[in-house]
């Protein structure tokens, strides 16, 4: 039973735009409160992006990159959106959402999508 899908990853040249979308199971998106973006590059630590707390729609974003990214629902399609807006190579990673954790910590998260690819050149 597949919980979170993400997609919208793909080969992007820097300065540009792309839309992850992570696409929640019913059962999964009304009993959690958080869903969650990370990102990790090969060789490197899981990184936390931002969250969105479901039921009041409040977000937060880590501060290196909330002036580029943005996180939204739509609450209709159980739907979590992650908007990156001049993206740069150093974006380049597996990008991850994730559900039912706390803020940004990723070792809370219980339940995991597969992972879309991003890369900048």
């Known amino acids: 039973h597949v919980q979170l899908v993400e997609s919208g990853g793909g080969s992007v040249q820097a300065g540009g735009s792309l839309r992850l979308s992570c696409a929640a199971s019913?059962?999964?998106?009304?009993?959690?409160?958080?869903i969650a973006w990370f990102r990790q590059a090969p060789g490197k630590e899981r990184e936390g992006i931002a969250v969105?707390?479901?039921?009041?729609?409040?977000?937060f974003v880590t501060p290196s990159l909330k002036d580029r990214f943005t996180i939204s629902q739509d609450n209709t399609k159980k739907t979590v959106y992650l908007q990156m807006n001049f993206l740069r190579p150093d974006d380049t990673a597996m990008y991850y959402c994730?559900?039912?954790?706390?803020?940004?910590?990723?070792?809370?998260?219980?339940?995991w999508g597969q992972g879309t690819q991003v890369t900048v050149s």
């Open positions: 969105i707390y479901t039921q009041r729609g409040t977000t």
């Open positions: 019913t059962g999964t998106y009304d009993s959690s409160d958080s």
């Open positions: 994730a559900a039912d954790g706390t803020g940004l910590l990723h070792r809370s998260y219980k339940r």
